[in-house]
C-alpha cells in the first residue's frame, strides 16, 4: 500500500518561507491525487491544495492560494508544498494524504472522506512565530 513520509517543516518566523516535503512509496503514485492538509490547534483539518500525480492538474484553496504552491516531481514521487509569507495563523500539523477514486479539488474538499478511505503521512509540525 502507497505509504507516504512527510519532511520540511520547522520553526519559521512570520513572513518567512518554508518547503514541504512528501515522498510516496509501496504502490503506482500515478493512481493517485495526493494533497496537503493542515490541522491547527483546536481547529477541524482542512484542505490547502492537491495535485493530480499523473495530470500534474492542481487544486488550492481559496483561503491560501496567493501563498502556497503544490508541485510534483515525478522521478523522486515526491509532492511539494511551497509556502511563502507564511504568518502565526499558519501552526498547526501539515499532513500529506492520497485518494485513488476523488477529483483533485474532492480530495481537497471532501476531507472526510480522505480521511476514511485515503492514505495518510504521520504529519509534521510547522509553526510561524518570532
Known amino acids: 500500500q502507497l505509504q507516504l513520509v512527510e519532511s520540511g517543516g520547522g520553526l519559521v518566523q512570520p513572513g518567512g518561507s518554508l518547503r514541504l516535503s512528501c515522498e510516496a512509496s509501496g504502490g503506482n503514485v500515478d493512481d493517485y491525487s495526493i494533497g496537503w492538509f493542515r490541522q491547527a490547534p483546536g481547529r477541524e483539518r482542512e484542505g490547502l491544495s492537491c495535485?493530480?500525480?499523473?495530470?500534474?492538474?492542481?487544486y488550492t484553496a481559496d483561503y491560501v492560494k496567493d501563498r502556497f504552491t503544490i508541485s510534483r516531481d515525478k522521478a523522486k514521487n515526491t509532492v511539494y508544498l511551497q509556502m511563502e509569507s507564511l504568518k502565526p495563523e499558519d501552526t498547526g500539523i501539515y499532513y500529506c494524504?492520497?485518494?485513488?477514486?476523488?477529483?483533485?479539488?474532492?480530495?481537497?474538499?471532501?476531507?472526510?472522506?480522505?480521511?476514511?478511505?485515503?492514505?495518510w503521512g504521520k504529519g509534521i509540525q510547522v509553526t510561524v512565530s518570532s
Open positions: 494524504a492520497a485518494h485513488p477514486g476523488l477529483t483533485v479539488d474532492a480530495v481537497c474538499i471532501m476531507v472526510s472522506t480522505v480521511r476514511d478511505y485515503g492514505r
Open positions: 495535485i493530480d500525480f499523473r495530470s500534474e492538474e492542481t
